[in-house]
């Protein structure tokens, strides 16, 4: 077995070490550069350039935009003969259909516009943060009523360490954040949870009905981990594979959608097999040092 000889739980500070690097970059790419967030997030306007009469590069179509929203736009390719132009908030309609019949006129094609305001944005924002965090207490409440609280602790842990690795790349990439990355993240949630269960409920079927022994503990955390490790890396493997392939030959929003997923797929099976069983070893360990043992007895705390 390849992993026969690795310690799991016992090198968890490498593990940790390792995690720590990555995410203290990506916090540092979120704090100082910030997060590109898109209308749907921050208000603003899109123009759906179709039906070019003439293949233009994305400079001429800044170029066909007005002076004044020329410079704070962002041009994207959709294709052959379609792009997508994104403006900040504009002050009114009139300024918005000057912005569509400036691009309709330079470049000979058919425009869209989609305007979101900015308090709309921010309500769309804040629904995209609750629906997250109702994610995750809902897996609390799950895992603890399925397991016991202490899974329910490293299972969080572990998530959280996905959601902030697969956000922080987005900084570190400038990659939009728009409600498909919100789709995405939900999605990594549940793939690593699935991931985890299966070391959890692996854990939870080789471990003894009574008593505690933190030497014990680890030891089948770690025979567990090696039993199903293969099948998760398997598994893993196989789902990046037509993930890769969309991020590399799909349009800008499924490109996006598939950046996500790599990311936080490989942040999931990471944190499954190196960080979810350690926490939770090392959570119990932490009950069990802080719960009285009856005095004249060498009994072993339950947790």
């Given at each position: 077995?390849?992993?026969?000889?690795?310690?799991?739980?016992?090198?968890?500070?490498?593990?940790?070490?390792?995690?720590?690097?990555?995410?203290?970059?990506?916090?540092?790419?979120?704090?100082?550069?910030?997060?590109?967030?898109?209308?749907?997030?921050?208000?603003?306007?899109?123009?759906?350039?179709?039906?070019?009469?003439?293949?233009?590069?994305?400079?001429?179509?800044?170029?066909?935009?007005?002076?004044?929203?020329?410079?704070?736009?962002?041009?994207?390719?959709?294709?052959?003969?379609?792009?997508?132009?994104?403006?900040?908030?504009?002050?009114?309609?009139?300024?918005?259909?000057?912005?569509?019949?400036?691009?309709?006129?330079?470049?000979?094609?058919?425009?869209?516009?989609?305007?979101?305001?900015?308090?709309?944005?921010?309500?769309?924002?804040?629904?995209?943060?609750?629906?997250?965090?109702?994610?995750?207490?809902?897996?609390?409440?799950?895992?603890?009523?399925?397991?016991?609280?202490?899974?329910?602790?490293?299972?969080?842990?572990?998530?959280?360490?996905?959601?902030?690795?697969?956000?922080?790349?987005?900084?570190?990439?400038?990659?939009?954040?728009?409600?498909?990355?919100?789709?995405?993240?939900?999605?990594?949630?549940?793939?690593?949870?699935?991931?985890?269960?299966?070391?959890?409920?692996?854990?939870?079927?080789?471990?003894?009905?009574?008593?505690?022994?933190?030497?014990?503990?680890?030891?089948?955390?770690?025979?567990?981990?090696?039993?199903?490790?293969m099948r998760s890396i398997y598994t893993s493997v196989c789902t990046l594979i037509p993930v890769t392939a969309l991020l590399l030959f799909g349009e800008s929003t499924l490109s996006d959608f598939a950046f996500a997923l790599l990311v936080g797929i490989a942040a999931g099976t990471y944190s499954s097999i190196f960080l979810a069983a350690p926490v939770l070893c090392l959570y119990?360990?932490?009950?069990?040092?802080?719960?009285?043992?009856?005095?004249?007895?060498?009994?072993?705390?339950?947790?």
């Amino acid at each position: 077995m390849a992993f026969k000889n690795v310690d799991f739980v016992g090198k968890w500070r490498i593990w940790f070490a390792v995690s720590g690097v990555f995410l203290l970059i990506c916090l540092g790419f979120i704090v100082f550069r910030g997060m590109n967030f898109g209308i749907d997030f921050q208000g603003g306007s899109k123009f759906t350039v179709s039906g070019l009469q003439q293949p233009a590069t994305t400079a001429e179509v800044r170029d066909a935009l007005p002076e004044d929203v020329r410079d704070a736009s962002f041009v994207q390719s959709l294709g052959q003969d379609g792009y997508e132009v994104r403006t900040p908030v504009l002050e009114s309609q009139a300024q918005s259909t000057e912005v569509q019949q400036a691009l309709q006129d330079g470049l000979g094609a058919e425009v869209s516009v989609t305007n979101i305001s900015p308090t709309f944005g921010g309500q769309i924002r804040t629904q995209a943060v609750q629906a997250v965090l109702a994610a995750l207490a809902i897996i609390v409440l799950f895992v603890s009523v399925r397991f016991q609280f202490s899974f329910a602790v490293a299972a969080i842990v572990a998530l959280f360490h996905d959601i902030l690795l697969t956000i922080g790349f987005y900084a570190l990439v400038g990659r939009e954040v728009n409600l498909v990355t919100v789709v995405a993240v939900l999605t990594v949630l549940g793939y690593s949870l699935y991931d985890t269960i299966i070391i959890f409920d692996r854990i939870r079927e080789n471990a003894p009905e009574a008593g505690y022994n933190r030497r014990r503990y680890n030891e089948l955390a770690n025979d567990s981990i090696r039993q199903v490790i293969m099948r998760s890396i398997y598994t893993s493997v196989c789902t990046l594979i037509p993930v890769t392939a969309l991020l590399l030959f799909g349009e800008s929003t499924l490109s996006d959608f598939a950046f996500a997923l790599l990311v936080g797929i490989a942040a999931g099976t990471y944190s499954s097999i190196f960080l979810a069983a350690p926490v939770l070893c090392l959570y119990k360990a932490w009950r069990a040092n802080r719960t009285p043992k009856p005095s004249g007895k060498s009994a072993e705390a339950k947790v």
